[in-house]
């Protein structure tokens, strides 16, 4: 069949603004990289623990791991065994992990398991399956030499679980003030005056020297939750979503909402064509804003996002999401992020 001049026109019109976006970002050196970007100022623990890998020329799928490790050791975060339970008081686990090449691994409602991420990695790399969940993960931990903890809660969420027991109320209280979190600064995951958790998710991105891209998500979910409940933090899409030829995303918040609207999916599609991290950050908030904007003002999602350039940005619905970046001199620095309601 042939294709006559203006035929060819009209299809080369088209086809353009894809090239460009292709051109954008194929073969484009980073301008920063390495580069690790966690959730909160308690991104500072992951990415001091993620950076010396980084540092050494080493692959960001190790790098996003060993951040995750670092931040589920930490029993004063709401991450990991330490974070808060659910309403039955036991405490449930949930993680994912992506690499360059889209190979991902996720595991959900895992109890007393220490390392979550570690397990999402292992059923990666030796299975055909993405996503376990509740025993049929813990059996597969297990199985794999993972040890089995006692179950039994930390000393603060012991006393938060208390404290929330008094009136047990069933739907989740949601509060946008951030409090100083102990040891973690002004930005960390807020604990409310009832117990809950504002924000419980670290999400860690990494650009490592080869120009390789990976991301990890690590939770221990909403405190008090229904049991059963799983966020936007295991699922590929929502809470983490790396595109090697684009960019990467990951979230924290409300993740219902973040589910609703497969949020880091799309961060890196509106980067795809075209949008710098922060602007695919505004866009997909004002996504989710948009919905229902009264209800928006009673909830808190924040995206961040490195596209393949080593670019960095971040956006959330309500002031106070922080997010810590460390490159070229190895500290971390906490940035705070622009917000839809100031």
Request: neutral net charge.
């Amino acid at each position: 069949m042939r294709t006559n001049r203006r035929s060819f026109l009209r299809l080369s019109a088209i086809a353009l603004p894809f090239t460009r976006v292709n051109q954008l970002f194929a073969g484009t050196p980073a301008a920063n990289k390495p580069v690790v970007i966690s959730t909160w100022d308690s991104g500072q623990i992951a990415n001091a623990a993620a950076w010396p890998v980084l540092e050494k020329g080493g692959r960001a799928l190790d790098a996003v791991e060993q951040a995750a490790i670092a931040i589920e050791n930490d029993i004063n975060c709401c991450v990991g065994l330490g974070g808060n339970p659910d309403r039955d008081g036991h405490v449930t686990l949930d993680a994912c992990i992506m690499d360059e090449k889209s190979n991902c691994g996720a595991v959900a409602f895992l109890e007393r398991i220490k390392h979550p991420v570690s397990v999402a990695r292992k059923l990666m790399e030796t299975t055909p399956h993405v996503f376990l969940v509740g025993a049929g993960a813990q059996q597969f931990a297990l199985a794999n030499g993972f040890k089995l903890e006692s179950g039994k809660l930390s000393p603060d969420a012991e006393k938060e679980y208390k404290k929330w027991l008094q009136k047990a109320e069933y739907k989740p209280v949601i509060n946008i003030e951030h409090k100083q979190s102990k040891g973690h600064g002004p930005f960390a995951p807020a604990r409310l005056d009832n117990g809950d958790f504002n924000h419980d998710t670290m999400g860690t991105l990494a650009l490592d020297a080869q120009g390789n891209l990976s991301g990890m998500c690590t939770t221990s979910g909403m405190g008090f939750k229904m049991r059963g409940r799983v966020g936007d933090s295991p699922i590929i899409g929502a809470g983490l979503f790396v595109d090697n030829e684009i960019g990467a995303a990951t979230s924290s918040g409300q993740g219902e909402e973040v589910i609703r609207v497969a949020g880091t999916h799309l961060v890196v599609e509106f980067m795809r064509n075209g949008a710098s991290p922060e602007e695919a950050c505004k866009k997909a908030v004002e996504r989710i804003v948009n919905r229902d904007p009264e209800r928006a003002k009673t909830f808190q999602v924040g995206f961040l996002a490195v596209n393949k350039q080593g670019e960095v940005g971040a956006y959330s619905v309500q002031p106070g999401f922080a997010y810590t970046i460390t490159t070229g001199d190895g500290k971390g620095k906490v940035v705070p992020s622009k917000s839809h309601f100031s």
